[in-house]
């Protein structure tokens, strides 16, 4: 009956699920609890208590069928009201093991975030150790040893630390903090600290729960496995986490889908804990049934927990991926080499003399014809060369050579580049390289012609880095060979090739002309050139050097956006430990989180200063609020004084008020936490992000989060932009042919009007085109007219006519223009009453004593007023008019391409084409209606140019009655195409969205270029 | 949780859609989602979960058939996983096996089964022998009956037993007149068998395989047919052997535990009681040697398969697979023993059945390189598939089953077989 999805009974059936929550029969009973989460679904606020009420009563059952139907019930209604949990802990612990499986999963995760919240982290706990190391030095030794023990002495034992206690912060941390933190982490820092941790020997708590949770390591269900496994890594003393080594690697053994997830996340575990995994290495071989990914992953596990024990049989292993079919494979397993010879520098002669043999081999059957794969293998296996020998250079001198002699049979641009880059580079290390060197150079300028753009580009660098290093008498040499190319060069076909030869000969033209540097002065000159020159090489070096990537993201282990690596719509950290503590304790660490919090307020304020985008959010309001505010006084003082059609200023600010809504609030929050609100800054910071994230992509959906961290400078222009480019359409009234040199428009503007919410104003210009002075210029409406005597038109009576008839459309009557000079032009603000007429409304203009029928075309899109509003308030609304409430339609969408198509000619300031379509779109649909936006969302890992997915939430309600009215606009397609939007309405008066669906529709398609 | 299950045929069309909450999950996500395996083959379709411009899908594949989940929120991705794996095992029980036509033919039926198992998107029952009870399987009495009467519901109108008792897996008032239970150990043999040196690959090889990885997984399967509510304890001879364990809910922890004894209150009819990885075994019951020798354009192949440990009973349905490198043009291949076929996308099946006690099978034969190609470089990996009956390798023996609250009279069957499972030799 739940199912029935009618606001309507909703209470009956809650009335009923309530009785069967009390019913002697388990499966009534178990029912109920599923019966729970349906209701929740219709989103009604007065039931929602009692529905928690009944989910408390089903927890505390005694079957554990019941249990677990609860347990599901409780995550999908209140994950937070750990009160309920906290009453049947114990139960909950004991009857864990005989819950049917699916259960299990929800039951785990829902008592693990209830003993994070309620005891806070286990001290012995591989989190919060690691937590605790820069608070307490003693305490991190003591640690140290203990790893060192366990481990054998990993080297990179200091980076592996850091990155636990990246991971477990992140498990922690949400969304919104972890943006925050990530650019400053120090002031961070200190948030952890304060976190206290209780000992898991002591605690029973605690103990419970990984008793209880341990056989479930054993469950066929691998999904139960591995929310068992999560505990304990989070949960367990160090020395216990191993045990969850073996079930993980166990459920590797069952479907190819899961084996992948499983992957996903022992690659985590890997990486923080690398000799968790160590003695398993064998179990990361690849066997040919994996699909791709799942090889990828387990190379990567695999040179994440090599050590010198295993290196010699892993490179057995590694020489065999090296000859698979699947190309793209053996290059990945070259990269893992380097990856493992860098690790462990004993092994990295091995390493380097395995490439360079699969180089020879490569080289000696390489031809082009033979696909991407080959070259792909043998780019790769240079850059793993490269980056050994960047570690010790003097010591692969053979090595350099070797390569510099294969160079010859080497065809691949990209491996040809990489080489040509290590003569430079390594120019001047050890004795024979040197020696080579201008035989090298020879050679290089001999085959230049021939070479690929990139290649000749890096030729041109190396000569001058050589010329650099260069003494004696190869210099002379060196030089001649140098001008040689640089001849060459200018001659080229390709633009670049020609510029870079032209930029050095101006940097060299000095040494060049002498030939020999003998005189002071070129000496002098050489030495500001070798200045330069030797900046803009480190450059360089630099940029390769830093392509390794270290922004791995951490979520909760198990969850999905673990796997997909951005936060879930619904995804939540571990709550704050020690969040509610119900005991003594609570007051005393209250007050502990609120000096926290005001200190934390501090370094945030404190920190407004820099130039920190995310640091800096709440200076941002203000200033935004300023801004906002001394924008809208203008605009209203310029409606007022010149006249000119600059009325939009004020609907373009809707998302900058909303702004500034956000920035009072917080500051009342401000002034609020000396009475002790423990979450503050969680708060703060979130509502901060939320309320600026407005306007800009992925605030609240899933986006690449690091693309937010990028686009936020430019998102913020976009507000500006949407704000100039939103351009009221105004409609001729009265054209001046018709009207003896009146001209009339009118255009519909946001401004509420002050008589009646009922009113839609209309901002009417007068405009006298002729060459006489008109007088007593007004607009009438001529049926009202009629009614009403015009002799005591007051505002109270228009209002009680208003409200008597209220059938009829209304015109307020406008103040009287006495006299319109020639080409004056007047303003008045006309206030309509249409009562959703659509229809043209006739209206009587008197000018000079005559009268004038004219006609005023109501615009559905005004109808309605912005009703700003959060992005959740919005997806509940949504979710509660369904069905026959919602409406949609599609359409194309042009306008964006004009601006698409502007940046790509201005190349050097390259916008981002999501935010230029959500601009365009953003600021046609402000333009033409009375709405305020929501959000927009951008595509999850959509392709460069496929802007599908891209959606934009705006809100609004009906002006008579205040219904809400949610529009959604979704694009599909891509972004230097015409796009596929399509609109949906959600409005209870059925008949009213489908007209506005209509509009929406209407202007959409409308081009750009008619506005 | 999970809004929406879709099953897609090989071809991509939906066969089958089931809307599990409030939110329409609308069918272009198929769509977006076939246009993506296309541009992106096989890569994508391996790609468990997805993450979708407006959804998160979780998919499998089984034999041809896309099983897809959508969701909108945070959930935890195995529970999606694993729930279709559940769904494709029981429809597989159900309809026999899986394709596209015996979903069709038994649309309701699989209806039936998802709304049984799985509402407002949280997976309900899921135990096959409960399901069994709930709604009949198909066979063509109840098809006959359903033609006749028009009544097209299999669903019974009565409720288990077993949900209401505090043995959920357990029905409970079962009657059988001969009670049995039959022990079955099937071991599946993973191993990674090398047969190269490393880097020397322009010259014959001809070795002995380097032994990489080899380990048992197996399963004990149950088939129990006793009356009453019973009691099992099961205990192995050589518990230690065991490396990882995983087992049936009905299995009691504590016993394990503490003696390493399996105590349970079985399910009706067949499950898997539980299922075990051995480690680091060290010999394989047979031996392929592949050769592979390339000059000017040709290559020229010869695979060798012979017992290496006799395990006292005969090897049958022995097959070699392997997938030719992408770079071989034609192939022509023959074998002294059973027959070899090479399918269009360049897969070699050899099947040779039993060994016989006369002579080694082999299979020989050149294959034409890619033109400009000198030597083979890459190195097909032969995938070995041969069963066993009668023997676990593993050497896990069962010592004894006791048995408590049943009727005197009964039949204890223990039975072993072994199989192939990841058998990789690597040429």
Redesign the interface.
């Known amino acids: 009956m739940a199912g029935i999805r009618l606001h309507v009974i909703s209470p009956l059936v809650l009335v009923a699920v309530g009785k069967c929550a009390r019913d002697p029969s388990v499966f009534v009973r178990k029912c109920a609890a599923n019966a729970l989460p349906k209701l929740h679904e219709l989103r009604q606020e007065e039931i929602t208590s009692a529905i928690e009420e009944i989910v408390g009563i089903l927890l505390n059952d005694r079957s554990p069928g019941v249990v677990g139907a609860a347990a599901a019930a409780f995550a999908s209604i209140c994950p937070n009201n750990f009160t309920l949990i906290g009453r049947n802990y114990r139960n909950l612990c004991q009857i864990l093991p005989d819950v049917e499986e699916w259960g299990q999963i929800l039951l785990i995760e829902i008592l693990l975030r209830y003993v994070v919240a309620s005891h806070g982290l286990v001290k012995e706990s591989i989190m919060s150790s690691l937590l605790c190391i820069e608070s307490s030095h003693s305490e991190k030794d003591v640690f140290d040893v203990n790893v060192a023990l366990e481990d054998n002495g990993i080297p990179s034992r200091t980076y592996d630390s850091e990155l636990v206690n990246l991971v477990s912060r992140s498990y922690i941390e949400g969304l919104g903090e972890y943006l925050t933190r990530s650019s400053d982490t120090n002031a961070r820092s200190s948030d952890l600290n304060g976190a206290r941790f209780t000992s898991g020997k002591t605690n029973d708590d605690v103990k419970l729960l990984l008793q209880c949770t341990s056989p479930l390591l054993w469950s066929h269900n691998s999904a139960v496995v591995l929310a068992a496994a999560g505990v304990h890594w989070i949960m367990s003393p160090k020395e216990d986490v191993k045990r969850i080594v073996k079930p993980l690697l166990f459920i590797l053994r069952s479907s190819g889908a899961s084996k992948y997830v499983v992957l996903c996340n022992i690659q985590v575990f890997a990486k923080a804990l690398p000799h968790l995994f160590v003695p398993h290495y064998e179990d990361f071989f690849v066997s040919s049934s994996d699909s791709y990914q799942s090889k990828a992953l387990k190379l990567e596990i695999l040179s994440s927990i090599v050590t010198e024990s295993s290196i010699s049989s892993v490179f057995k292993e590694f020489q065999d991926y090296i000859r698979d079919p699947d190309r793209r494979f053996a290059a990945d397993t070259v990269a893992a080499i380097g990856l493992c010879a860098r690790k462990l520098p004993k092994m990295a002669n091995t390493c380097v003399e395995g490439l360079l043999a699969l180089i020879r081999q490569e080289l000696l059957t390489s031809d082009i014809e033979s696909g991407n794969g080959e070259a792909d293998v043998l780019i790769q296996s240079i850059i793993s060369i490269k980056s050994i020998i960047k570690q010790d250079p003097s010591c692969h001198e053979k090595v350099i050579i070797q390569l510099f002699r294969s160079l010859d049979s080497i065809k691949v641009p990209e491996a040809r580049v990489m080489i040509i880059w290590m003569v430079g580079e390594y120019s001047s290390v050890g004795v024979k390289i040197p020696r080579m060197l201008t035989t090298v150079l020879k050679y290089l300028a001999w085959c230049f012609k021939s070479e690929a753009v990139e290649t000749k580009l890096q030729i041109l660098n190396t000569t001058i880095k050589v010329l650099l290093c260069a003494k004696g008498g190869d210099m002379w040499t060196i030089t001649r060979l140098f001008s040689y190319l640089l001849e060459l060069a200018e001659c080229d076909l390709n633009y670049d090739v020609r510029d870079r030869a032209r930029f050095f000969k101006k940097l060299f033209s000095h040494n060049l002309c002498s030939q020999v540097p003998e005189e002071t002065n070129a000496l002098q000159e050489n030495k500001d050139l070798p200045l330069v020159l030797v900046e803009c090489i480190f450059r360089k070096q630099e940029n390769l050097a830093a392509s390794e990537p270290i922004n791995d993201r951490f979520y909760l282990p198990g969850s999905l956006s673990q796997i997909v690596l951005h936060a879930a719509p619904g995804y939540e950290p571990l709550p704050k430990p020690c969040s509610s503590l119900c005991d003594d304790l609570g007051q005393f660490s209250n007050s502990i989180d609120r000096t926290t919090a005001l200190g934390e307020e501090w370094t945030g304020s404190s920190s407004n200063g820099t130039d920190d985008p995310d640091t800096s959010g709440s200076l941002d309001e203000e200033s935004g609020s300023n801004y906002d505010s001394q924008q809208s006084i203008p605009g209203l003082s310029d409606n007022s004084g010149t006249g000119d059609s600059a009325s939009e200023g004020d609907r373009n600010c809707d998302p900058l008020i909303q702004i500034s809504d956000a920035g009072i609030a917080c500051s009342n929050e401000n002034g609020a936490s000396h009475s002790g609100f423990p979450d503050l800054e969680g708060m703060m910071s979130k509502r901060a992000l939320e309320s600026w994230l407005d306007e800009q992509p992925g605030s609240s959906s899933p986006s690449a989060s690091e693309q937010i961290q990028v686009r936020q400078s430019s998102a913020r222009i976009s507000i500006g932009n949407i704000g100039r480019q939103v351009k009221a359409k105004s409609y001729t009234l009265l054209d001046p042919a018709n009207g003896n040199g009146l001209k009339v428009y009118y255009s519909f503007s946001s401004e509420a009007s002050t008589i009646s919410p009922q009113l839609v104003c209309l901002e009417t210009f007068f405009e006298n085109c002729s060459s006489e002075t008109m007088s007593e210029v007004t607009l009438v409406d001529e049926e009202s007219h009629k009614a009403l005597d015009l002799a005591d038109l007051t505002l109270a009576t228009t209002a009680s006519s208003l409200t008597s008839q209220s059938d009829l459309p209304t015109l307020v009557p406008m103040e009287e223009i006495t006299s319109l000079e020639p080409g004056q032009t007047m303003k008045r603000i006309l206030e309509v009453r249409f009562h959703h007429h659509l229809l043209p409304l006739k209206l009587a203009l008197h000018c000079n004593g005559k009268k004038l029928p004219v006609k005023l075309r109501p615009d559905i899109g005004y109808f309605i007023k912005p009703v700003p509003m959060d992005m959740e308030t919005f997806i509940e609304m949504e979710s509660r008019l369904p069905g026959m409430f919602e409406y949609a339609r599609s359409c194309t969408f042009t306008d964006h391409l004009g601006e698409v198509d502007k940046d790509t000619d201005e190349s050097s300031l390259l916008k981002d084409k999501y935010l230029v379509i959500c601009e365009s779109l953003a600021s046609k649909m402000l333009s033409n209606a009375n709405i305020f936006l929501v959000s927009v969302d951008m595509p999850v890992a959509a392709k460069f140019d496929d802007a599908s997915g891209l959606s934009l939430r705006f809100s609004s309600e009906i002006l008579g009655n205040s219904v809400p009215c949610l529009i959604t606009i979704t694009v599909e397609g891509k972004c230097s195409e015409p796009l596929k939007v399509s609109a949906k309405v959600n409005c209870e008066e059925t008949v009213f969205g489908l007209n506005l669906l209509n509009r929406i529709v209407n202007f959409l398609v409308e081009s750009s270029l008619n506005t | 949780?999970l809004q929406c299950i879709f099953l897609l045929a090989d071809n991509g069309a939906v066969i089958l859609e089931k809307q599990l909450?409030?939110?329409r999950v609308d069918r272009s996500i198929c769509d977006w989602f076939w246009d993506h395996v296309i541009s992106q083959g096989d890569?994508f379709k391996?790609?468990?979960?997805i993450?979708?411009?407006?959804h998160?899908i979780?998919?499998?594949v089984r034999a041809g058939i896309t099983f897809l989940a959508c969701?909108?929120?945070?959930?935890?991705?195995?529970?999606g996983?694993?729930?279709?794996?559940r769904v494709a095992d029981i429809l597989s029980d159900y309809l026999g096996e899986l394709n596209e036509d015996l979903i069709k033919d038994n649309f309701v039926i699989v209806y039936e089964l998802l709304d049984e198992m799985i509402?407002?998107g949280?997976?309900?029952t899921?135990e096959p022998n409960i399901l069994r009870e709930m709604i009949a399987p198909p066979n063509i009495v109840s098809k006959m009956l359903s033609v006749v009467t028009g009544n097209s519901s299999n669903v019974s109108d009565i409720?288990p037993g077993a949900?209401?008792s505090?043995v959920?897996w357990r029905p409970t008032d079962v009657k059988y007149a001969n009670n049995e239970v039959y022990v079955d150990l099937v071991e599946e043999m993973?191993a990674?068998i090398?047969s190269?040196k490393?880097?020397s690959?322009?010259h014959a090889r001809f070795r002995d395989g380097v032994l990489?990885?080899c380990e048992i997984?197996g399963e004990v399967q149950v088939n129990c047919l006793l009356s009453g509510l019973p009691d099992l304890t099961l205990s192995f001879a050589n518990p230690s052997i065991l490396?990882?364990?995983?087992?049936?809910?009905c299995v009691r922890?504590r016993p394990?535990?503490s003696h390493q004894i399996l105590s349970f209150v079985p399910p009706d009819g067949q499950f898997?009681l539980?299922?075990y990885?051995v480690?680091k075994l060290k010999s394989t019951p047979i031996y392929v040697k592949p050769q592979l020798t390339s000059d000017a354009g040709t290559c020229r192949i010869s695979v060798m398969v012979g017992i290496r440990n006799d395990p006292g009973k005969t090897i049958d349905s022995i097959i070699l697979q392997f997938?030719l490198?992408?770079?071989i043009l034609s192939a022509d291949l023959t074998s002294n023993h059973g027959t070899v076929n090479v399918l269009s996308n360049k897969i070699c099946t050899w099947s040779i059945g039993r060994i016989p006690k006369d002579k080694a099978p082999s299979l020989s034969g050149t294959m034409v390189l890619?033109t400009?190609?000198?030597?083979l470089?890459?190195?097909?990996?032969f995938?070995v598939e041969f069963r066993i009956m009668g023997v676990a390798l593993s050497g896990l023996q069962i010592d004894k089953l006791d048995l408590q609250n049943v009727p005197n009279r009964l039949y204890k069957g223990f039975r072993a077989v072994t199989r192939a499972g990841?058998y990789?030799v690597?040429s």
Request: net charge negative; with cysteine; proline share 12%.
């Open positions: 949780m909450t409030g939110h890569s391996s790609m468990p979960v993450a979708s411009p407006t998160y979780f998919q499998i969701t909108q929120v945070e959930m935890p991705p195995l529970m996983i694993e729930f279709l794996c509402d407002n949280f997976p309900l899921t409720l949900t209401a505090c959920p993973d990674i090398n190269t490393q880097f690959l322009l990489v990885k997984y490396h990882d364990v995983r087992f049936h809910p922890f394990w535990e898997k539980m299922s990885r480690k997938q490198p992408p770079c890619e400009g190609l000198e030597t470089r890459v190195f097909p990996t995938q990841e990789e690597r």
